[in-house]
């Protein structure tokens, strides 16, 4: 079974360009969490959908960050303007929903903002 | 969220079991307690999870405290491929949020 896929891996761009991130989520899950993790700390949460509703957006910069999961399957996360404290890993994670929902992860976009 | 303490690194040597400790004394009757695992330039991988008894699985085994108020994650035998950074979280029930800490980082010595 295949796992998250996120793309690209790495993204360098220069300050202000805009960024886009795409993520498939494991084949029947309905849930889908962005993540956001800065070098040496844990992973952030920015989003969490449940199908193609955005159920906890709390933490996410709505300024320069937007969301989207259409069909409640694939998402884009994009960034517009990029700052150079965007430089991070993007993750991308799946679950089941239920009682303790295993999250599954892909292995992250890192971006570099010049 | 209710919130976990672990320390922030520990070293262990190769063939030998760890015991990662985390402690978490405002945890709610309805927390689960998650620890994921991850592995350099990889995403988070899930490891084990508990709410009251203690649990094994072939990655590692759980034990809980009695008042819940704490927890260790036990790795058996500890290889190369252990060495990671350990997240102890507590997960309300169905659709909450997982909160990462900063996590321990287990280093592995041959």
């Known amino acids: 079974e295949a796992g998250v896929v996120q793309s690209p891996r790495y993204k360098i761009i220069e300050k202000k360009q805009p960024v886009a991130f795409w993520c498939n989520p494991i084949s029947g899950h309905n849930t889908l969490y962005w993540y956001l993790q800065n070098l040496g700390q844990g992973p952030e949460l920015l989003i969490r959908y449940e199908n193609e509703e955005a159920v906890d957006d709390s933490q996410l910069p709505k300024d320069r960050f937007s969301a989207e999961r259409l069909k409640g399957v694939d998402s884009t996360l994009k960034i517009q303007p990029a700052e150079l404290g965007d430089s991070a890993v993007y993750l991308c994670a799946s679950s089941l929903r239920g009682l303790t929902g295993e999250l599954f992860f892909g292995e992250g976009s890192r971006l570099t903002v010049l | ?110």
């Open chain 2, 1 to 110: 969220d209710a919130k976990t303490t672990q320390p922030n690194s520990m070293e262990s040597n190769e063939e030998e079991p760890v015991h990662l400790p985390c402690n978490h004394s405002t945890i709610s009757g309805t927390d689960y307690i998650h620890w994921y695992r991850q592995l350099p330039s990889q995403g988070p991988e899930y490891v084990i999870h508990g709410l009251t008894s203690n649990v094994n699985n072939r990655m590692a085994s759980l034990a809980i405290a009695e008042d819940r108020k704490s927890s260790t994650l036990i790795l058996h035998r500890a290889t190369l491929r252990d060495a990671a950074v350990y997240y102890c979280i507590l997960k309300e029930t169905s659709g909450s949020r997982l909160t990462f800490g900063e996590g321990t980082q287990l280093t592995v010595n041959p």
